[in-house]
C-alpha cells in the first residue's frame, strides 16, 4: 500500500508539472502504445491490458486504425482475419496458433474478448506484419515502429566530460550511428561510455539505466537508483554529472530542458527534491554554457 500510495503521488506530481494524461487506472498505470512516435488514444475503447502469459494485449482496433490493415470479424467461428500488403493473419478466439497465409503458426498467447471488444497480442501481430516492437518496463510503454528498414545512419554529437578537477565541462565530439532508438538514448548512452580523451573523467555512475520519456522539448530522463547510489558524491561532482547531461542533451535539436526522474526496481517513481543532494532537480534544468571550456 505504501508503495503504491508513493507512486501515485510521484505521478501526479508529473503530471501537474506538464499538464500531462494521468498514468494510473483504478490503482496503476496504465499501458501506453506508441506507434511511429505518436501516442495511440484508447479513449472510449477497452484499454491494453497485460495478460496472463505476461503479453501486452490491445483491441483490434488498432491493428486496422494504427497499422492499416483491414479486419473481418466472423461472430459464427469467432474468428478475426486481419489482412496487410499481401500477408493474411487468421485468429479464433481462444487458440494459441494462427494461420498465416494458411500456414500454422504458434505463439505463446491467445486472443481473447473483453467487454465485447477483440483483444489480440500487440507483439505477434505487429511482427508479423513487419513492424519493430520495444517493451520499455520502467514506463509500461509499447513503442512500434512501421515502414521500411533503412540502413543505418551517422551523425556527429557533442559530449560534455569533466575536467580532471570536477571545474568545468569539456566538449567532446563523436560520430554515432542512429538506428532504431532515438538519438536522445544513442547520445546518452554514449555519455555512459565515457571519453576517449584521457585528460577528461566520465560522469554517470555505473550501472545507470535509462528510460526516456520526451513530452514537447522535454527530456524526461527515468533513471534507475544506481544513478544516486553510485555517485560518488560532492556538490562539484554532482554538478558535472547533471550538467553533463543536460549540455549534452540540449545541444540535439529536439531537446531543450532535461528532467530528472529516479525510479525503483519496480519501476515505481521516487519522489525527492534533488535527486543527488545538492541541486533540485524538481522542475527541468536547462543548459549551463558558463560551465563550459573549450
Known sequence: MKKMLLLLVAMLFVCAVFTVPPAFAEGEREIRVIVNKKMVDFSGDV????????????????????????????????????????????????????????????????????????????????????ADVVWDDLTRTVYVTTGPTEPPAATTVTLYFSDDQAQYLVPEIREVTITGQRLVEITFNELMKGPRNTDLRPTIPKGTELSLVMFQDVAQLFLSTHFRDNHT??????????????????????????????????????????????????????????????
Open 233 to 294: 558524491g560532492g556538490s562539484a561532482a554532482e554538478m558535472m554529472t547533471l550538467y553533463s547531461i543536460v549540455n549534452t542533451l540540449a545541444d540535439l535539436p529536439e531537446v531543450s530542458k532535461v528532467l530528472f526522474l529516479l525510479v525503483d526496481s519496480e519501476g515505481g517513481l521516487i519522489q525527492t527534491e534533488a535527486i543527488l543532494g545538492h541541486i533540485n532537480t524538481e522542475q527541468p534544468l536547462a543548459p549551463r554554457y558558463d560551465l563550459v571550456r573549450e
Open 47 to 130: 484499454k491494453p491490458f497485460i495478460n496472463e502469459d505476461n503479453r501486452t494485449m490491445v483491441p483490434v482496433r488498432f491493428v486496422s486504425n494504427e497499422l492499416g490493415a483491414s479486419v473481418v470479424w466472423d461472430g459464427d467461428t469467432q474468428k478475426v482475419t486481419i489482412s496487410q500488403a499481401g500477408k493474411t493473419i487468421e485468429l479464433i478466439i481462444g487458440n494459441n496458433f494462427a494461420h498465416v497465409n494458411g500456414e500454422r503458426v504458434e505463439f505463446d498467447t491467445a486472443a481473447v474478448i473483453v467487454e465485447s471488444r477483440t483483444m489480440v497480442p500487440v507483439r505477434f501481430i505487429s511482427q508479423t506484419f513487419g
